[in-house]
């Protein structure tokens, strides 16, 4: 949850009044009852003074908004409870459901698909990521994601019944991994590989979730599933079928009219731009690089292209992305961020890419314009994927991250690149801060210190410790590095998201070297490897590992591995070796 005010936007942190505010946005121009609050912000049984509490919450969420000039009339006292009024102008939610019920009666498929993507658009992240009330977590979280969900299925069949099955693999990937018991993703996915020639490709997504169902849940595919992938055993021609009807809306809207949309590529009036870049959630440190970084992007002179490169997991992406909100209003054009990569890892292909990507004109760099634009292309595999789509961009700044160094882009098309190092101790206890508190950090300053060592001052670590802090708020600083500490890989795992997994993102970078890198690299960072990392390996290996993100540095200055990536290769190898000992001893 956050609020926006102009260029300013604000990402509350976790506490009895974001929870409160949580459970009134959950219900706009609604009465919430007092009793349903108080529920809402102490989750058991609330304490005798609760009712006078929660008064105070009102009054600091009231002082808050006069803060960012809202009007501190917004939360209504009514008998009975508390009252916010909200339209499209005031929060997302109510946007969302206003553009969603008013695409039921769009003049055709095209309008449907436009208002549907608009309202998507406004979604980043979890929903209620920051909020720390259990109950709004277990019952209103997942209800507001399964409206998300119908709506992006929703999407998927508009955007298969016109046949554009490229355009549409990115979602259906993410949608079939993030929730693959949800069959029609897989369906939607399956029928898009289909109808773009990867037949093999459909018939191993439908084995893949056909053993899954049986394993996990004992049950076959669903009749839907079952009858395409006889279709594609037989070689069927799947032409585009009219998308079925939409579903209905959440729920009825009164007294709020749907706006008119404009055409697509026209600005939507009276909100805010779907491409708007919120701020990383308590993004700490990197100064001088956000204003490197910004000063070449905005630059009239000289190509405004930057490669952020570094380890796996290191911040590229949040320095990326907050840099790029910061530096949003020098375009007026508008802000594209492209993940060139799904979420299990692989690439995407240049084509995929390039269909992504927005209309442009001439090279990079080539103009200043009132339609001047920023194009992220996040998560590069190489130089292979980022060269061939910089014509595409045209006039636009360009920021790339990506684990490789991307020498060649930088070498034909000119600009700078910036390679990350771990944040220093002051700039992870910032991170940490913001993320579970101030007053958390500050009440334990030598266990956060501890902490932020035992994550090896990587932002994905951090983050990962952070969450696991939020979720147990009775747990301490110190408890929890001295929990981590005793196998820091693999407790620095968040379940529900491999995005969130130091095994699952630095396992997918290993998986990405090719077997003699791979090789060098456990070598390098593993048991008894104290030494120069240089010694034994020939220059060629050490650059190739150092363009993959594994090691740092070099001449004239010596290689070396990061702390935390050496902790990992020593996990990776030791626990290898423990599963491979059975499998040796079983007879033959």
Not at 125 to 138: C, K, T, Y
Not at 194 to 211: I, S
Not at 534 to 555: C, F, H, K, N, R
């Amino acid at each position: 949850m956050s609020i926006a005010h102009g260029p300013e936007t604000v990402v509350l942190k976790p506490s009895k009044p974001t929870s409160l505010l949580a459970a009134l946005l959950l219900h706009p121009n609604t009465v919430v009852s007092t009793t349903y609050l108080l529920r809402a912000v102490w989750d058991e049984e609330p304490p005798a003074t609760a009712r006078a509490a929660l008064q105070t919450c009102v009054l600091r969420l009231r002082r808050l908004f006069a803060k960012y000039g809202i009007s501190a009339t917004t939360i209504e006292a009514v008998p009975g409870g508390y009252r916010m009024r909200n339209d499209t102008e005031t929060l997302d939610l109510v946007l969302f459901r206003t553009l969603t019920a008013g695409a039921a009666s769009a003049t055709g498929p095209g309008e449907e698909l436009y208002r549907l993507r608009e309202a998507l658009s406004l979604w980043h992240g979890q929903p209620l990521a920051n909020v720390a009330s259990r109950m709004l977590q277990q019952d209103a979280a997942p209800a507001l994601e399964q409206e998300r969900l119908r709506v992006l299925e929703r999407v998927c069949d508009l955007e298969l019944a016109a046949g554009n099955c490229h355009q549409v693999l990115v979602d259906l990937y993410e949608g079939a991994r993030r929730h693959p018991v949800r069959e029609r993703f897989t369906e939607q996915l399956i029928e898009a590989l289909y109808r773009t020639g990867r037949q093999a490709e459909a018939l191993a997504e439908y084995r893949t979730v056909r053993d899954r169902l049986r394993d996990e849940l004992g049950i076959d595919p669903g009749p839907g599933l079952r009858r395409l992938e006889l279709a594609i055993l037989r070689s069927e021609d799947l032409a585009p079928a009219p998308p079925t009807p939409p579903p209905a809306p959440a729920r009825a809207l009164t007294g709020a009219d749907v706006p008119a949309l404009p055409p697509r590529g026209a600005p939507a009036p009276g909100h805010r731009p779907a491409r708007a870049v919120p701020p990383v959630p308590a993004f700490a440190g990197r100064e001088s690089d956000r204003r490197a970084i910004a000063e070449r992007l905005t630059s009239a002179e000289g190509p405004r292209l930057v490669v952020i490169s570094g380890a796996p997991g290191i911040g590229k992406s949040a320095l990326a992305r907050q840099t790029a909100h910061e530096t949003q209003r020098s375009f007026p054009g508008g802000v594209f961020v492209l993940a060139l990569a799904r979420p299990d890892g692989t690439p995407l292909t240049v084509e995929e890419a390039a269909r992504l990507l927005p209309e442009a004109g001439a090279g990079v760099g080539a103009g200043t314009g009132a339609d001047r634009r920023l194009i992220v292309l996040d998560d590069a595999a190489g130089a292979w994927q980022v060269t061939p789509l910089l014509p595409a961009a045209g006039d636009a700044s360009v920021v790339v991250t990506s684990r490789r160094g991307l020498a060649a882009v930088v070498a034909t098309h000119g600009g700078a690149v910036h390679r990350l190092d771990v944040l220093r101790p002051a700039e992870a206890s910032g991170l940490l801060a913001g993320l579970i508190g101030a007053r958390r950090i500050a009440a334990e300053p030598a266990a956060a210190r501890e902490l932020a060592s035992v994550c090896g001052h990587f932002p994905l670590a951090l983050r990962i410790a952070a969450g696991r802090l939020l979720t147990r708020p009775a747990l301490s600083v110190a408890d929890c590095a001295a929990w981590l500490a005793a196998d820091p890989p693999a407790r620095l795992a968040l379940a529900e998201d491999a995005r969130l997994s130091v095994p699952e993102v630095f396992g997918q970078a290993l998986d990405a070297l090719a077997p003699h890198l791979r090789e060098a690299f456990l070598r390098l960072g593993g048991p008894g490897a104290d030494g120069d990392p240089s010694a034994g390996e020939s220059e060629t290996v050490l650059e190739q590992l150092v363009d993959s993100g594994l090691l740092e540095d070099g001449p004239p200055g010596p290689y070396r591995v990061h702390d935390f990536l050496r902790v990992y290769a020593r996990w990776h190898v030791r626990t290898h070796e423990t599963a491979a000992a059975p499998a040796a001893a079983a007879p033959r």
